[in-house]
């Protein structure tokens, strides 16, 4: 199933062509609530309501000065404002939250690999078609949301700074970077506990899911 | 990674797995109806925006939290249009919303009107 509906882009795309100023308000009032939702996945819930609001109003703001550019190209209206939505909502995660968002894909590279090489984890995945790994990346998603607060943000301070861990050095920074979000002295036992308990809830929903090599079952 | 356990090893590989899948698959995009339900806080933050936010920005009379200055604590509830709809009862709001949507379908109309009459132009004018 595609993400965005082919017909609502069609339509906003033609009134982005004919009537910029009309679009914008069509836009508006028929998917801010989608926006705005999809702010709050982008952050895994982690912005508080009035964060969200400014992420939304950024949104617009910018949507605006886009459009009024010359040369604006219109394709892909609904794509092009949840992309402009994205780097938003993470711009006020880390300039409020203080959360390192890291979006350098190069930069984890090399962490993934030595972690995955010859892990029947690893293969597992591997064995899954393209539209496999999508509903698998659609699951873990759909986990992580379900996590309480706490072990949200300590799962996405692990994520995010995945490639600063050491095999034997994980907690410490890790609780730093809680540390960072939370304003707060982290103990590192237990922010250790909060996410051995977030990896459990995630390995049994995906378990639960059938992706039985999660655990060594035959994929 | 020599000297790790068994468990170790599969719990890393699980991490490494996790944080490729959520990094690396971080720009894709979800059906609108996966996407996670607002509270009824996060809701009336956003309907804080107003009935006529849209009229405001087009006529470029809302600033964002960064125009207004390093020194403004971006953090705390503060609408940007503040003040703007002290006094609005909830009546006045909802006569506001009948309007745009009023509005929004005039102005539907008229587009797609105008781009018939187009058409029917360029259709003579080859026949």
Redesign the interface.
Known sequence: ?S??NPVVEGELEY?LR??P??A???L??NY???I???I???TW?MLR??????A???T??AL?QKVREPGFDPSRPL?MV??IA?NKALDILR??RRHRV??N?DA?LD??A???QG????FG?GLLSPSGK?E???A???I??TLPERQRVVARA???N?EDFG?RDTYRPLADAVSAITGQMEDVVAVKSAWREA?EK??AGLVERGYGF?D?SAP | MSGQSKQQRTDRALDALLVSVIRLGSEKEIDAERLPELTKEERAALDSLGPDFMDRILAGETSSCEERGPATDCGKSEPVLSGSFEGFGLNRAQEIEAETADELERRRREIVERKAREREKGGRSSA
């Open positions: 199933m993400a965005v009134y004919e009537d100023d009309y914008l308000r069509h508006y009032e801010r609530l989608e705005t939702q999809h709050k996945w982008v819930g309501p009035e964060e969200l609001k400014d939304f109003q950024e617009m703001l605006v794509r949840k992309a994205r300039e409020r890291n979006t894909h984890i962490a993934l030595e972690n995955l892990s029947d984890v690893a995945h999508v698998f990346w659609d873990v998603v759909a992580v949301l692990f994520i995010d995945f095999a990896r995630i390995r999660i060594g």
